[in-house]
């Protein structure tokens, strides 16, 4: 006999834990959720640095709370301890290292597929893969043989070493300053200023290019990267060329089309989901929350209300026994 799940949930970040914590609270019983890596939370632990300062207002955007997760201003520790909590619910069926391949459905069920090749079937499914797993790339080639030293997060980043980081949002401005203090770091950025960073960060960087930790160069685009002695040399728009030891580029991430497309979920032109107010794609029983939902770019806070929307809309049109 198969089992079959009230709800399967793909991916464990925010916006899959809320999810699941409000789907048990408002009394789904059969829940299950697939992570691809071996813990929860996968984006946070890569991509936020230790002690990293986490606002519940990320970006300036205020978001009042709807559900039942208290969650606040903290660091990157504190909020995956809310989180650690959250997913040691003995009623929420974890399944780590467990990477969903697609979803079909099959006489009002949907069969979730995963690479190792597994099958689930679930009544309800909740696509919470965020938009990092597929971060976007410069348009010009990169040197294959130094791709270690081109990242997308600053995980790999060693001591003293000359580190360009390449973007304009709030993730290149805390790349850049938290690699400030042990490495010569260089920030650029296309346009002449910056639109979308919060106050906070802005008043960092900027303490920090006072105090020559930062050398920002605004209104700078790249042309072409190339290697040269074991070095990323770099040509820029105004003719200078540069060697660093390390490029990363903060330049957002973009929808894991393939996977949504293998999921069913229909896209708009600019291959986003396209979602009603509930959250909910064309299907009935498909839904997305999280990041990969969000047209304005996501925040852990409105992950958490994606969470308590979806299961709140579950729960209402659960058919009666
Ligand atoms: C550098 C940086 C700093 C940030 N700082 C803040 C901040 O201070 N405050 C704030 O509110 N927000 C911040 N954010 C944004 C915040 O991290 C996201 O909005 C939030 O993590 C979105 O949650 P999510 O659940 O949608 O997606 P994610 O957190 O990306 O989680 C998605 C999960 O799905 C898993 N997954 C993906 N594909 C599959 C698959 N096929 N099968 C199974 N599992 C899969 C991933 O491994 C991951 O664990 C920051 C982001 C970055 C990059």
């Known amino acids: 006999m198969k089992k079959i799940y009230d709800l399967a949930i793909i991916g464990a970040g925010p916006g899959g834990i809320a999810t699941s914590v ?13 992570e691809k890596s071996n813990n929860h939370s996968d ?12 606002d519940k ?12 997760i208290h969650f606040t201003d903290g660091t990157k520790e504190s909020t995956l301890d809310l989180f650690d909590t959250l997913v040691a619910n003995k009623d929420i069926e974890a399944c780590f290292n467990e990477e969903v391949y697609g979803i079909t459905k099959q006489n009002n069920l949907f069969e979730i597929k995963t690479i190792k090749e597994n099958e689930y079937y679930a009544k309800n499914i909740v696509i919470s893969i965020g938009t990092m797993g597929k971060p976007n790339k410069p348009s010009y080639k990169l040197p294959v043989n130094l791709k270690d030293k081109i990242n997308f997060n600053i995980s790999e980043c060693k001591n003293n070493e000359e580190i360009l980081v390449v973007g304009g949002g709030d993730s290149a401005v805390e790349f850049a300053y938290y690699i400030a203090k042990q490495n010569r770091v260089t920030l650029a950025y296309r346009k ?16 920090f ?33 540069k060697q660093f030891d390390r490029i990363i580029y903060a330049l957002g991430g973009s929808n894991p089309t393939d996977l949504l497309q293998r999921c069913g979920i ?12 509930n959250l909910r794609n064309h299907q009935e029983g498909v839904y997305l929350a999280g990041d990969i939902a969000g047209n304005v770019g996501g925040s852990i806070a409105l992950a958490l ?3 308590y929307i979806i299961s709140s809309h579950i729960q209402k049109h659960k058919p009666a026994k």
């Open 192 to 207: 002449e200023s910056f639109s979308r960073v919060n106050p906070i960060n802005l008043h960092q960087l900027f303490d």
């Open 43 to 54: 984006t946070i632990r890569k991509y936020f640095k230790d002690n990293k300062r986490v």
């Open 22 to 34: 409000e789907a048990i609270l408002l009394g789904l019983k059969e829940v299950i959720v697939f």
């Open 305 to 307: 209300n994606h969470g």
């Open 57 to 68: 207002d990320w970006k300036g955007i205020k978001v009042e709370l709807k559900g039942n």
């Open 266 to 277: 229909l896209l708009d032109s600019e291959n986003k989901p396209l979602i009603d107010k």
């Open 209 to 241: 290019v006072e105090k020559d930790l930062i050398n920002l160069q605004l209104n700078l685009d790249i042309q072409k990267v190339e290697e040269k002695n074991n070095k990323l040399e770099v040509y820029f728009s105004n003719n200078q060329i």
